[in-house]
């Protein structure tokens, strides 16, 4: 009679490991980062580039001197940080203010607390909100797309969230009559004056795909973008219904950050909750947030501040969804 063999978990393994997804998402931001290029030129391509290399070094210069361990810089965490926190600016800002973000993303909002994997608030929109708060003029001064050889010296323009908050704000209807139609703000279009925005935001459709592929690669699951683009799209489309004064849904959901937040922030592995039913919760608060901050807030966007908002729930979410373990017993109210 053979002995049974009794051992520790894990019982399986499989293919999948930190290196390989987070390469997986900079290859699904590929088709955004190049459309970035091609609608503001040199100046997405210097911002990207350097923050990058600021993350990179920063996580190097943080492990081997500060914390005094092996060097994490080759399994692509520092690297989708950079292009992350690289596509939430806009593409005339300094490079010495990229680097202070830098700085602030991989010294504060990851490495303080340990490193990837133990870190409450996602590293690039740390690094995001620390310079929308610290450099406020900076951080909303938008070049509009297709200036493909100017960098500092770039014309800019207004967003179309500054102008759905003109209207909120004026109460006059006919000021979105200025916002670019649908297919543009999908596909992007150089050169109009009301199509500025970060480097990440200016082509939805690009984001799209990136989600496709990550779908496809099962790098992440539907539900916290879907919930959040869905939230958005409903309680918009409310209050639209309500005063024309707010923009109509689609708008809403095409315009600023919010594709690349739904799509590629809020779902980061470390700060989203584990369970699906905890990422509908997650997603659906993510998406009434940006909301209610967009049309009341101060900021005209508010996508980064939801996200954030949420990364602090995510453990609090993460104990109410907990699944029952086998054979334990309900306790006693």
Known sequence: MGKLIVS?????????????????????????????????????????ATSVAACIFFEWAITKYLLKKES??????????????????????????????????????????GGLGNNPFNPALVGRCFLLVSFPAQMTSWPIAG?????????????????????????????????????????????MAHGAGTIGEVCALALLLGLAYMLWKRIITWHIPVSIIATV?????????????YADPIAVILSGGLM???????????????????????????GFLTVVIRNWGSYPEGMSFAILIMNAFTPIINMYVKPKRFGEVPAKK
Not at 237 to 243: A, E, I, Q, T
């Open 147 to 191: 200036q493909l050889g100017s960098y500092l010296d770039a014309e800019t323009g207004a967003t179309p969230l500054a102008l759905m908050k003109t209207a909120i704000k004026s109460g006059d209807a006919s000021v979105l009559e200025q916002l670019p139609d649908s297919l543009h703000m999908l596909l992007g279009h150089p050169g």
């Open 233 to 245: 799209f409903v309680f918009s489309g409310l209050l639209h219904l309500l005063n024309p004064v």
């Open 260 to 286: 690349l937040g739904a799509i590629f922030m809020a779902t980061d592995y470390v700060t989203s909750p584990m369970t699906h039913r905890g990422q509908l919760i997650y997603g659906v608060a993510i």
């Open 72 to 113: 994490t810089i080759f399994d692509g965490s520092a690297a989708l940080t950079g292009i992350l926190l690289g596509m939430n600016l806009p593409s005339n800002l300094p490079i010495w203010i990229i680097i202070i973000g830098a700085l602030v993303a991989i010294g504060i909002g990851k490495m303080s607390f």
């Open 8 to 48: 520790l978990s894990p019982h399986a393994h499989g293919t999948d490991s930190v290196e390989r997804n987070m390469y997986g998402v900079i290859f699904a931001l590929l088709p955004a980062l190049l459309v970035s290029f091609y609608y503001f030129g040199i100046g997405s391509a210097i911002v990207c």
